[in-house]
């Protein structure tokens, strides 16, 4: 439950930061080109703070819109291509669906729907999907773990799938990635993947009843990832997998999530100077 409601503080407070900055560069776009006086605007109030016509006047005018332009492009840009890349991924695994496979475990495991066995000599065991999530496993992976295993890493997935994960890290990453200024928004989006893994950890061992299945199947991935690590795709990062061990063992233990002192000074200071600019123009 701890976990659950930490990530979705992370999940609202970048949604809050970028809203903020999304509304502000909204508001000034609106008055570029439409000519409306909007106050409450930290973007105009940069640019009234220079002489007008002065070169250093037309000098913050060129790097505010650089700057628009960048978030916007980034944005749309993570947009489209997360919809092209996920038509061109899905069709990839349509190809590669062992159908034989699916059809044999989606009854052992009453997944019908949402389970695809593809064939590949890679350990894969992911979610995909923002509309409509699909759980998705490799015949080697099928094939290195016992029944236990195989279900307790399915149930992992589940909740990846139930939870909405992809949508959500699709979010964060955008909102990170556009908005690099704000470290606070890398750092969301960062802590939020551990924690959707320690949830996803959290409730397939609720279903599977203990720790067992799923730590031995976390440990024959681990194992198999310092084999050939090229071959392994599924959530080992260094930290999280850490993390994830910790909570297996230790359960009742909380795990800190550490927010460093750089991200928050940065991130302080630039909601500081928005916030200033914002009262300023008020008064």
């Known amino acids: 439950m701890w976990w659950r409601r930490k990530s979705w503080y992370l999940l609202l407070l970048s949604l809050v930061l970028a809203s903020m900055v999304w509304i502000q560069m909204g508001m000034f776009l609106t008055h570029l080109i439409f000519g409306v006086n909007l106050k409450l605007n930290f973007f105009k109030f940069c640019i009234s703070l220079f002489r007008e016509n002065s070169f250093y006047y037309f000098l913050v005018i060129f790097l505010l819109n650089t700057m628009i332009a960048y978030i916007l492009l980034v944005t749309i840009g993570k947009v489209i291509a997360q919809i092209f890349l996920s038509f061109r991924f899905r069709k990839r695994l349509l190809n590669l669906k062992d159908h034989e496979m699916t059809r044999l475990y989606g009854t052992r495991l009453n997944r019908h729907e949402d389970l695809m066995i593809i064939k590949s000599d890679r350990i894969l065991a992911f979610t995909t999907g923002i509309k409509n999530p699909v759980i998705v496993l490799s015949t080697s992976l099928v094939q290195m773990l016992e029944t236990e295993e195989l279900e307790a890493v399915v149930e992992h997935e589940t909740f990846h799938k139930n939870n909405r994960d992809p949508l959500k890290i699709f979010i964060l990453q955008v909102i990170a990635h ?22 996803a950890d959290e409730y397939a061992v609720t279903k599977m009843g203990s720790e067992m299945s799923l730590g031995s199947a976390l440990l024959k991935l681990i194992k198999n990832s310092f084999k050939t690590p090229s071959t392994l795709v599924v959530q080992f990062s260094g930290e999280s997998v850490n993390f994830r061990l910790q909570q297996l063992v230790e359960p009742q233990k909380a795990i800190p999530v550490k927010l460093k002192l750089f991200h928050i000074v940065i991130s302080i200071h630039v909601m500081l100077l928005l916030m200033g600019m914002v009262l300023f123009t008020l008064a």
Not at 178 to 199: A, H
């Open 178 to 199: 556009s908005l690099w200024f704000i470290p606070l928004t890398k750092w969301c989006y960062e802590n939020f993947k551990i924690m959707s893994e320690l949830m």
